[in-house]
Nanobody, 124 residues
Framework: QVQLVESGGGLVQAGGSLRLSCAASIRTFNRYAVGWFRQTPGKEREFVAA????????NYADSVKGRFTISRDNAKNTVHLQMNSLKPEDTAVYYC?????????????????WGQGTQVTASS
């Protein structure tokens, strides 16, 4: 069983930055692809960014390309999401997720493990 814990959320003014972290409970985290998703009330959870097991391949939603960067430190069993130039529309609960599928995974239903989420609020 993989447990994921997100941290780093908070309140920031539009144009500001936040760095989210996702810490995994297992030492074999380097065998998992990881994704970040976000959700606002009344809407479905949407894809934000994903990274393969090695960190060599990434994928981003069009809405965050050029502003967000996903990375991982397998020695520390951690994945990060650096969020710059935040906009009010980025406000959401952000979740990290993990799967043993190969490659970069952008589809929510293909993830097996989820964290509890962390709130990000970008005020205008």
């Amino acid at each position: 069983q993989v447990q994921l814990v997100e941290s780093g959320g908070g309140l920031v003014q539009a144009g500001g930055s936040l760095r989210l972290s996702c810490a995994a409970s297992i030492r074999t985290f380097n065998r998992y692809a990881v994704g970040w998703f976000r959700q606002t009330p009344g809407k479905e959870r949407e894809f934000v960014a994903a990274i393969n097991w090695s960190g060599g391949t990434t994928n981003y939603a069009d809405s965050v390309k050029g502003r967000f960067t996903i990375s991982r430190d397998n020695a520390k069993n951690t994945v990060h999401l650096q969020m710059n130039s935040l906009k009010p529309e980025d406000t959401a609960v952000y979740y990290c997720a993990a799967t043993q599928r190969i490659g970069v995974v952008t589809i929510r239903g293909l993830y097996n493990y989820w964290g509890q989420g962390t709130q990000v609020t970008a005020s205008s």
